[in-house]
C-alpha cells in the first residue's frame, strides 16, 4: 500500500467521522441544551431524526393546551451537524382553529421526511384524526417544502370488536377483577360496536417503525379504548392496513424493536392501576397479530411515554421514567438479551419529586453510533413570575455513557 493511498483513506475515513466516533467511544461522552429557552407555553410530546445529510430535525407541539384551546400547532427546529446551537423554532403544521398534537417523524428508504399527527377535533383525545405529511425538500433552513398532505383514515377490520372481546377476555383471565376493570370491559365492548368510535380517535406517539426497508409500521393507540392498535403500509401511503388490537390494561403508545429472529417486539405505557410496569406485546407476522400484553418483570412505568429501538449492533435499548410515580427521573437502559434483562442503565435526569418533569422522550442512534434524544423538560418556578418554564431538551450521548452508570 502507498503512503499516498494510505493518506488519502485517512482523509476519507475522517470526513465520514469514523475516526472521529472511534476515538471518542474509548470515553464517555454526554452533552445537552435546550432547544429554546423556558417558556410558559405549553411543549410537549416531541421527536427527533437525521437527515441524510447529518443534520437533526426534532419536533413537538406547542401552545396553550389541545384539551382547552385550539392554538396549537406543531413546531420543529433543525441543528446543522457542525453547529452546537438549534434554530429558531419554524411552523410544521397547523390546522387554523385546531390544535394539532402528539407528533412523529421518520425519513422513509427514498429519503423523503414524514410527519404524523392527530389533528384534535372537539378538544378531546377520542376526536382524534390522524393526518401526515411527506417532504422531498427538507435540508433548507426553516420548514420543509411538503409536497403531500393525507388523512389517515383508520378502518379496522371486520372482526375487531370479535377480537377486542376475545383479547380483552384473554386479558382479564390472569388479572384481579376489579369494578373500574369490568366498566372498562363493557365500555370497550360497546366502543367497538360502534362504527365511528373505532374509527376516530386513534393517534401518534413514538417513532414509525421499518421492516426491511418494504414496510413501514406506524403505533396508533386510542385513549377512549385504552389500547393499541398499529397500522402498516407496504405502498408507501397509497394503502393502509390494521393490526389486531393490542389489548393490555391501558396498554398505549406503542414502540417497536426486533429480535434476531425477526419477531416484532413493543414497548407500551401502563396506563391501567398500580403496579405500573412497561407493557410488552410481541408479534411473529410482521406486525399483522400480537401476544397476549405482558408486564415487563424489571422496567417500571409511572403511566408516561417511552421509547425502545434496536441499536446498531441489535441490542435493544429503552428511554422511560424509571419511578414507580411521578416523572422527576429520566433513564436510560441497554439490554443484552432483546429485553429480557437490562444489564445497564443511566440518568439523563434524576430530581426529587415536583422538582421537574423530564418525559415523552424521543431517541435514536445517529450515523457516527452517538445517541440523540429529545424530550420534554417542565420546571417549576423557573419563570420570573414564579411559574413552571417549560422547554423541548437534547441530549446528545454514546453508548460508554450509558455503561458507565448503573449495573444491575
Not at 410496569?277 to 417511552?306: C, I, M
Request: aromatic fraction near 12%.
Amino acid at each position: 500500500m502507498s503512503p499516498d493511498f494510505f493518506i488519502r483513506c485517512l482523509i476519507t475515513c475522517l470526513s465520514l467521522g469514523f475516526i472521529t466516533e472511534a476515538l471518542r467511544g474509548a470515553e464517555p461522552y454526554h452533552t445537552s441544551t435546550y432547544l429554546f429557552p423556558l417558556e410558559n407555553w405549553h411543549n410537549h410530546g416531541s421527536c427527533i431524526v437525521q437527515t441524510p445529510e447529518g443534520d437533526l430535525i426534532a419536533c413537538w407541539f406547542h401552545g396553550s393546551g389541545e384539551r382547552k384551546s385550539d392554538d396549537v400547532m406543531i413546531l420543529g427546529a433543525r441543528k446543522r451537524q457542525n453547529e452546537s446551537a438549534w434554530s429558531a423554532p419554524f411552523v410544521m403544521a397547523d390546522t387554523p382553529e385546531f390544535p394539532d398534537t402528539n407528533c412523529c417523524m421518520i425519513i422513509d428508504p427514498k429519503g423523503r421526511l414524514w410527519l404524523l399527527w392527530p389533528t384534535i377535533q372537539a378538544n378531546l383525545w377520542e376526536s382524534a384524526l390522524m393526518k401526515y405529511k411527506i417532504s422531498s425538500h427538507y435540508q433548507e433552513d426553516g420548514p420543509p417544502v411538503w409536497t403531500e398532505e393525507k388523512v389517515l383514515h383508520v378502518k379496522p377490520g371486520e372482526a375487531f370488536p370479535v377480537q377486542v372481546r376475545e383479547k380483552t377476555a384473554a386479558y382479564l383471565s390472569h388479572q384481579q377483577l376489579t369494578p373500574e376493570m369490568i366498566q372498562w370491559a363493557h365500555d370497550n365492548f360497546k366502543q367497538a360496536d360502534d362504527k365511528l368510535t373505532r374509527r376516530l380517535g386513534w393517534f401518534t406517539r413514538a417513532h414509525p417503525y421499518l421492516i426491511d426497508g418494504k414496510r413501514m409500521l406506524v403505533g396508533l393507540y386510542s385513549d377512549g379504548f385504552s389500547f393499541s392498535m398499529v397500522a402498516r403500509t407496504d405502498d408507501w401511503g397509497n394503502s393502509w392496513q390494521f393490526s389486531e388490537p393490542i389489548v393490555g390494561g391501558g396498554s398505549i403508545q406503542p414502540s417497536f424493536a426486533s429480535k434476531k429472529d425477526g419477531t416484532l417486539v413493543t414497548y407500551m405505557r401502563d396506563n391501567g392501576p398500580p403496579p405500573q410496569r412497561v407493557l410488552v406485546s410481541e408479534s411473529t407476522d410482521a406486525g399483522v397479530s400480537w401476544s397476549k400484553v405482558y408486564d415487563h418483570p424489571q422496567l417500571k412505568n409511572p403511566g408516561s411515554g417511552l421509547e425502545l429501538i434496536n441499536l446498531q449492533d441489535g441490542r435493544f435499548l429503552t428511554i422511560y421514567n424509571d419511578t414507580d410515580d411521578g416523572r422527576h427521573q429520566l433513564a436510560v437502559s441497554i439490554s443484552e438479551d432483546e429485553g429480557r434483562s437490562y444489564r445497564w442503565t443511566r440518568y439523563l435526569e434524576k430530581a426529587e419529586p415536583g422538582m421537574g418533569s423530564f418525559h415523552y422522550p424521543s431517541i435514536i442512534q445517529d450515523h457516527d453510533g452517538l445517541l440523540q434524544c429529545t424530550y420534554s423538560t417542565f420546571l417549576p418556578g423557573t419563570l420570573k413570575d414564579g411559574s413552571e418554564g417549560k422547554t423541548i431538551k437534547h441530549a446528545s450521548f454514546n453508548i460508554e455513557w450509558v455503561m458507565q452508570g448503573h449495573s444491575r
